[in-house]
């Protein structure tokens, strides 16, 4: 883990610019919020998710969270379909906050072109100079 400022970024993990994160299980890929992320929202207070079974785009939104600060979509790292939907944040978002990188998942994906789609997300290195690059300016 390396800490930029206030904010965690953690190893093992794939990073998207819109403040995602993905993180391969398997043949499966768990997706969240990235620290940053949940920061700049400020507190969570109600997250929708899509269904088990459902398609997501890289890319596209596939649902929306809303803070105190802000309503703001849920951007796809990866496509793929939907295993799992993380079912306790949608009576309470607190763990968004708490846990983005643990019990704050948001999705399990079976992806459909991973070794594709991870060209266009960023690793752990690429990361940490990204969000140098964003805290410095």
Do not use: C
């Not at 940053?36 to 109600?46: H, I, S, T």
Request: charged fraction near 30%; proline fraction near 5%.
């Amino acid at each position: 883990m390396v800490q930029i400022d206030e904010y965690e970024i953690r190893e093992g993990l794939y990073y998207q610019k819109d403040h995602y994160w993905a993180k391969k299980e398997d043949d499966l890929l768990r997706i969240g919020a990235t620290d940053y992320g949940q920061k700049a929202l400020k507190e969570v207070v109600f997250v929708e998710l899509p269904s088990v079974g459902d398609t997501v785009t890289q890319n596209e939104p596939y649902g929306t969270v809303e803070s105190v600060k802000a309503v703001v979509d849920l951007i796809a790292p990866i496509s793929g379909t939907v295993k799992e939907v993380n079912e306790e944040l949608l009576d309470n978002p607190e763990p968004i906050n708490k846990d983005p990188y643990g019990e704050g998942w948001l999705i399990l994906i079976i992806p459909s072109n991973l070794d594709a789609e991870l060209d266009n997300i960023m690793g752990f290195e690429a990361a940490v100079d990204w969000y140098k690059g964003i805290v410095e300016s």
